[in-house]
């Protein structure tokens, strides 16, 4: 049975006792989506309910759909880590986390369901219509964690929540063209292909050396906004789904 929760979608209280204050005067701009990683959804919500594993979030949706509250939206809940989204690092005292039932690329990733994917779009819709949160920060635990983190990974349909007003999305452009550069490669190119990965929020030290974190942040980029081919290499289509990104920016910040 529903009990009233922070959000207006039908959800069920299920508590962890892993959580904190926030830090004094952070807003909560942002959302962190995660997949749960773990062979079942039973394995997954008790740890996340475990006070030994110091790991939790906002909310749980199993793949039937089901939406369980596990930490007050007033609290911070423990499910960024160590991550870094356009200058801050204190993530989990800016954002909510929503885990997603799915058992990972360690356990045999696979797709969503579409009743789960209606439900994430349910209840991340609710949670950005309540706390004004900009589309440009609806994010991924790669997003945040690149060298980390693969969740919630390239099977996730980042379109969908885009078609739902959810996350700011561009179509991918093409693939076709080859390698313009990748590990190992160095000079203006690459310099400017970190500044804009930095531009939209990645963390990155803009270096002009094609280096094992620019990979890394490539490579999430590509989970996120290029998914037919996530390799951590610069080809045409990477670099110009980039560029298309970054020109909406303004438009929406405007």
Known sequence: MSVATDTGVKARIHPSPNHGQRAQGAPIDMVVLHYTGMQTAEEALQRLCDPRTEVSAHYFIDEDGAVLQCVPESRRAWHSGRSFWKGETD???????????????????????????????????????????????????????????????EL???????????????????????????????????????????????????????????????TAFQRHFRQEKVDGVVDESTIE??????????????
């Open 241 to 254: 789904t980039l560029n298309s990104l970054l020109r909406r920016l303004p438009t929406l910040a405007s």
């Open 156 to 218: 996730f349909p980042w379109d969908r929540l885009a078609e739902a007003g959810i996350g700011l999305y561009v179509p991918p452009f093409p693939l076709g063209a080859g390698v313009l550069m990748q590990e190992g490669d160095v000079g203006q190119p690459v310099e400017a292909v970190q500044s804009m990965l930095a531009l939209y929020g990645y963390e990155i030290e803009i270096t002009g050396d094609f280096d094992r974190r620019t990979r890394q942040v490539v």
């Open 91 to 153: 993530i989990n005292s800016r954002s909510i986390g929503v885990e997603i039932v799915n058992p990972g690329h360690e356990h045999g990733y696979r797709p969503f369901p579409d009743v789960q994917i209606e439900a994430v779009i349910a209840l991340v819709r609710d949670i950005c219509l309540r706390h004004g949160i900009h589309p440009w920060m609806v994010l991924g635990h790669s997003d945040i964690a690149p060298d980390r983190k693969e969740d919630p990974g």
